[in-house]
């Protein structure tokens, strides 16, 4: 009897440890020769939390769609100026199936109802993309953005990401984790001790369950075997990662004092964003989430110089609010960050950047108390040349669903609708296909 | 009737007087299926006939090509479908069946290597085994039942339970306020609808900000392990195993749950004086951890986990404290001393690399990883098999079995004091057993409620989105996801209290006149849609009240008895939370089919589901089956807003579709005297509600016939020996954790008559079926030949 997943899905489920699954040993910075030519090879998404409302984004005048390059960019989203003619900024999508108010949770890159508590009602759009993308050893890798105490409190947090109905994956937020998870192997001194001990320990676990697998039924063994495989593979990908460690050598982050003893959480924040870097440019992940706020209604920001924190920042209205100009900001400063470290790493004809798409918005549509009537987005990047860039569209009515279609489309993994039922599309105006304005 | 290949006619006649063993022995193509084809197929799915563009003459192996088209075959005769019933010629039940494991065991070798085929054994297609079958007379030579040799994962509820056992202290069971939250029920829901454990929610005595800041700000985990789909049976072990992500999550938990239980709650000392700091002045601490307060008193259980970080230097005798502790905390029993050795060696070398601090908490996490904490074994290793190739469940195996019926807490002193006494090794000692945990209240049993929940699928209402705009036109408001989490514990408050009486336990579920309410928020959803009326109008100056249920045209009840219920929640509640039992008429509503949580468990976005509440009155009270949906039909109702469901159901009328939808859509459509939120209504769009309905095939001829609507049915239905029959099938399942087979039949007779004449009581059904073979006994052929 095999009632059970098959071993291809539990290694694409392979959510936790790492934040995802562990694939087939591929070397690292090596596409699987599959990958078609000028098409994205790394997705990013960057989701802020309590809301994006669009007029802390749209510059002053634009109503309709129109080039960028004769509009100036306000000030929350002024760091994004110099590289205006690789954007997109969309506004007028919807999500009000998504119950965004207080946070869509996985319904925000689900395309469907979400909500405190509620399970995913299917896989969300980024790890849609992951599969489409050229295998890497992390298919995607989710980092969560938070106050300190609940960063210590609770590293490790689905809210966001799912590979599929009732399967979370899990954001880390605390970055010496998470590093020693990644680049332990290069590590030395004390997180190279807790490396080893955690290895010896784990590695003493799949030897327990192997020798517990004796005697069992034929049937059962191999039911049993999903269990023995998932240590083998927790153990391989640790392994896989050991054995590239001259390569992860070249790309992780300084582990100092950001890590260790961080003063604001923003010192953490800048640690988890260093890493998530670091596993695109090295090669080990071809999807990243950023969670800032990690997908709920709380989050501090005091090392900004913003003390109040929390849920209250939902409840201001955000043009012109001093407050959250330096949280959209801040945002802005980590954007242009991926951009420019991508930029540095040569890929093919061009730079890793060519083959990256970042898409920004929140989890909350445009605010905290919101109905999700508008859901804005940025996009940076245009591998292989499908979408329009340096561009503002206006768009009327549609779902963030049909975005999402359109960015698998963009991949190459043509849908006609992402999480959309065909019964209930008329009522919340999708339609078959990509987005036809989006497109060059 | 065409006649062709004579020589078979003498197979066919000689091969239906075979005994049932001796053909299921060693059926083949020629001796089982190729007669039953030329009786009652090739008439229509002959080379020449082909209808439904089908011909059986090419038929005569199973391939991946025609893997689908035998598959269909399969559950069509296994359900009767064909040959059509208007067919004057019918096969009979045996020769029915022996088509059908004819076909199952070609496609189950046919898939051997390429991915398995289990279809049959999911407890979605147990109703292809003929009732007539189980309940008429007995075929001879049955062999005697049994289950598989087996490990069965252990339920995401029970390992929830395992860890907030090591965190928390529940309050334990008191007589005199039965119904709230009590050591040893399952983790309920949160008002979010959420299942979570959270750590010391024993000493949280407040906070700073309102419960969406609480939820937020205590830190809890919620079930890692799974459960597939959410309609039906789902508890079946060989469902089920733990997936890399799944261990992955469970290992860094156990560092958390170690750390939590050696060093306790991270407090600063204002948390628990309860006066913030000046650095906390003008600064919003809502929903972060700094937010809480404490008792000062120590609530966690101390263990001697807490033991071992007391001392700079602890004893090896304390260190395999802490191991043996958290072993039998986890998998419910003592280790081996070869067990704990194991486990000690790992403690004292993560000890000696990392000191004891960090030590501890990773060397104490390959517990949390052992076979026996994730699947309970049902192995029966030790003990000579009988002819059958049978053992009985022996040891801690057997006392696990029984403990595991009923609770997701570790066996309790008596059932270890009968094991370790010897006390626990005849069908009498079992029985003894059975009977003193179901007559003790006190022991909580979590699983009974399991299994109403799904039996019933009562409990889905909170998780089914609902359209705003059809929301509102049915009565309903922004709270109703909450309102239905809440409905869900009255639900499980109800049943508790007919399993207490025990006395005719499913007539009383499906007729009963009581109903537990929450005044504040419930009494919409047991009114009229009809007789609501808008709030008054607020005169300007007047203190804003609000309106009264008279003034809301809602449903007026008699006071009813105040009732405490798990409400959903993160804290504990002490039951303030007034709940009340009402009798409501039985011309508006009865029992568990007409309560709102099941009617929107059975609802869409939109509307009523008809379809999904016939095929459960069709499958979980009839018995019958409906066979998988073709992969080319494009299921769909017109999206009409000015139709009736009923009027929109039309295009399932079509010839292709009706044939199984005439087993659904007329036992779900008298429902549609409630609308998709559970409201009573007369009317639809503008006319007079039509929930008529009709139950046909039932198998019982004093079923079939009109209704006049859902209640007319349930009545019928409620006295059925059938229906009976029917849940004692299910019962069967959920506790044997299979489908039933034609071995299982007597069990299933007697466990039928135990209920029957014991005036319809579920502890004397269980207790009958908690003694049969297939419980007791587990086959073990495959598993010594794999030694």
Known sequence: ?440 | MKIRFCPFILTVLGSFLLPVTLLAAKPSFSSVVQPFFENYCLDCHDGETKKGNLSFEELTVVSTENFTTWKSIWEQVALKEMPPRKKKNQPGAIDRRHVSQWILGEMEQLMKDKGGFDAHRRPAKANHLDHDLLFGKLPKDLEPASTPARIWRIHPQEHLVRFNELINKEPAYNPKTPGLRTRGDHIPWNNQGEVKVYYGLDRIKGQVGGSAAYAAAITGFSAILDTTGDHGLRSYPALYSVNGAQASQIASRAEDIVRFMAYGPKIEPYQLTGKLPAKYKDVDIRGTIESLFYHEEVMRPLTPVYELVQEENPSEEKLRSAVNYLFESLTFREPSREESDTYLNILKKSVANLGLKDGVILGLTPIFLDRDALFRPELAEYGKPDKYGRVMLHGHELALAINSAFSYLKPDAELKGSLKEGRLKTRDDIKREVTRILSDESIRKPRLLQFFHEYFDYNLAGGVCKDAKALSKAGGGGKHPNVMFGMTASVDRLIELILQEDKQVLKELLTTDRFILDPGSDLLYFSTREKLRKPPPQKKGEKKKAPSPEELGQIVLPKGQPIKVRIPAVKFTNGKVARTLVSIPREERMGVLTHPSWLVSHSDAMDNHAILRGKWIRERLLGGGIPDIPITVDAQLPDEPTNTLRERMRVTRVQECWRCHRKMDPLGLPFEMYNHLGLRRTTEQGKPVDASGEIIDSGDPSLNGPVKNALEMIDKLAASERVEQVFVRHVFRFWMGRNETLEDAPALQAAHRAYKNNGGSMKALLTSLLTSDAFLYRKVAHNRAGK
């Open chain 1, 1 to 440: 009897m095999n009632m059970i997943t098959t071993r291809r899905k539990m290694l694409r489920t392979m959510a936790a440890g790492i934040g995802t699954a562990a694939a087939a040993p591929i070397v690292p910075g090596f596409a699987k020769s599959t990958a078609q030519a000028g098409k994205p090879k790394r997705i990013i998404f960057f989701l802020q939390n309590q809301g994006f409302d669009p007029y802390t984004a749209i510059p002053k005048g634009l109503k309709e769609d129109a080039a960028l390059d004769s509009f100036k960019f306000e000030e929350p989203i002024k760091d994004l100026e110099p590289i205006k003619d690789r954007l997109h900024i969309i506004n007028g999508l919807h999500g009000q199936h998504t119950s965004p108010s207080h946070s869509a949770f996985f319904g925000a890159l689900g395309g469907y109802r979400g909500g405190i508590g509620s399970p995913p009602r299917g896989a969300t759009i980024d790890h849609v993309l992951s599969r489409n993308l050229p295998e890497t050893i992390l298919p995607h890798l989710c980092i969560g953005m938070d106050s300190l105490p609940n960063m210590r409190s609770r590293p490790t947090l689905a809210t966001l990401s799912a590979t599929g109905a009732g399967k979370p994956i899990f954001m880390h937020s605390n970055p010496q984790d998470l590093y020693q998870a990644l680049f332990g192997s290069i590590s030395t001194g004390e997180v190279r001790e807790r490396y080893e001990a955690r290895s010896n320990v784990l590695n003493s676990v799949e030897k327990i369950a192997l020798q517990n697998s004796r005697g069992l039924p034929i049937n059962e063994k191999e039911r049993y075997s999903s269990y023995t495989d998932g240590f083998r593979d927790m153990n391989g990908l640790r392994s896989q990662l050991a054995g590239i460690s001259d390569h992860l050598k070249k790309f992780a982050p300084v582990y100092g004092e950001k890590f260790t003893n961080p003063e604001f959480e923003t010192d953490w924040h800048d640690s988890l964003l260093d890493l998530g870097i670091s596993a695109l440019k090295s090669g080990i992940t071809n999807t990243l989430t950023i969670g800032s706020g990690r997908g709920e209604i709380f989050g501090a920001w005091k090392g900004l110089g913003v003390d109040k924190q929390g849920h209250n920042l939902g409840h201001m209205p955000q043009p012109n609010n001093e407050i959250w100009v330096k949280i959209r900001q801040y945002n802005c400063r980590m954007l242009v960050k991926m951009v420019k470290e991508l930029e540095s790493m040569p890929e093919g004809d061009g730079t890793m950047m060519d083959n990256t798409l970042i898409v920004y918005t929140s989890n909350n549509a445009d605010k905290q108390h919101t109905s999700g009537a508008n859901w804005p987005f940025i996009l940076i990047g245009n591998p292989g040349g499908p979408l329009k860039t340096g561009r503002f569209t206006q768009m009327a009515k549609r779902p963030i669903n049909d975005l999402y279609a359109t960015l698998l489309h963009a991949v190459g993994a043509p849908v006609d609708r992402f999480n959309m039922e065909k019964s209930l599309a008329p009522t919340y105006h999708s339609k078959a296909g990509p987005i036809e304005n989006l497109l060059a």
